[in-house]
């Protein structure tokens, strides 16, 4: 079953096309890296999934399900690429308030907590905590509701290498749909095995990361790989 679907989707802002017939879609328990230089599409594609823009064209489905709708929403956990908790709020009221309307009870809050290494700053507003901690707490409001299915921009931004390392380990034991936007070859390589890379707007090439890894020459690193397709575009 398709959890992820477009087809044909065109988005515009003025004179400038962010997608061209955007078109393809990702099986449920699907884990994608969505890749692209700078300007491609790829936040533009993940805020349409998320239901917070509409496309002026084509056909996008959650499960078969038109994204922004309740339904979806219970489903989905979305990190934009600068989220922004509540600010006047502390972290656990952060927490609590998204688990009140996500219907989770408060041991998911502690647990939260725990798991990304918040306890120490439960009491302090969101505003006043570091860009990295910021980020850490997003990605709690993101997953409290353990979601089925889950798009993330940019999701280790900020972070130091053991916040990473964590956060790689729970995204991984996650039995969730991913489609994982970013820039970070190694982030791509390490939580999904199949690659969707856009580039204006549209699909340049899709398929699995041992694949795009057969397309560079022995021993070419799968950097300059990707380099080098969005290059030749």
């Known amino acids: ?9 065109v988005k515009r802002f003025g004179s400038i096309t962010a997608l061209n017939n955007l078109s393809f879609s990702i099986p449920c328990g699907g884990r994608v890296a969505l890749l692209g230089p700078n300007g491609a599409g790829k936040s533009t ?19 078969g399900m038109k994204p922004g709708t309740k339904e979806v929403k219970k489903i989905l956990g979305y990190l934009p690429e ?5 600010r ?12 009140l309307l996500r219907g989770v009870s408060k041991e998911r809050v502690d647990e939260m907590l725990d798991f990304l290494d918040l ?15 910021q980020q850490k707490l997003s990605l709690a409001l993101v997953l409290i509701h353990n979601p089925e299915i889950v798009l993330l921009d940019e999701p280790l931004n900020y972070l130091d290498i053991p916040t990473q390392e964590k956060v790689i380990g729970i ?3 996650m039995k969730s749909t991913f489609l994982i936007s970013t820039h970070i070859m190694s982030i791509a390589t390490r939580l999904t095995d199949h690659v969707i890379m856009i580039s204006k707007g549209t699909v340049i090439w899709q398929g699995s990361i041992s694949e795009l890894k057969a397309l560079g020459r022995e021993d070419e690193p799968i950097e300059s790989v990707v380099a080098r397709m969005m290059r030749n575009v």
């Open 45 to 63: 594609t993940m805020k349409i999934l998320a239901g917070l823009l509409k496309p002026d064209y084509g056909e996008v489905e959650i499960m």
């Open 1 to 9: 079953m398709e959890c992820i679907s477009l087809r044909n989707v």
């Open 119 to 133: 306890r120490q700053y439960e009491k302090i507003q969101a505003g006043k905590l570091s860009r990295g901690n």
């Open 82 to 86: 600068d989220p922004m908790p509540y």
């Open 88 to 99: 006047i709020l502390t972290v656990r009221e952060n927490l609590e308030y998204i688990a």
């Open 171 to 173: 995204l991984k034991e």
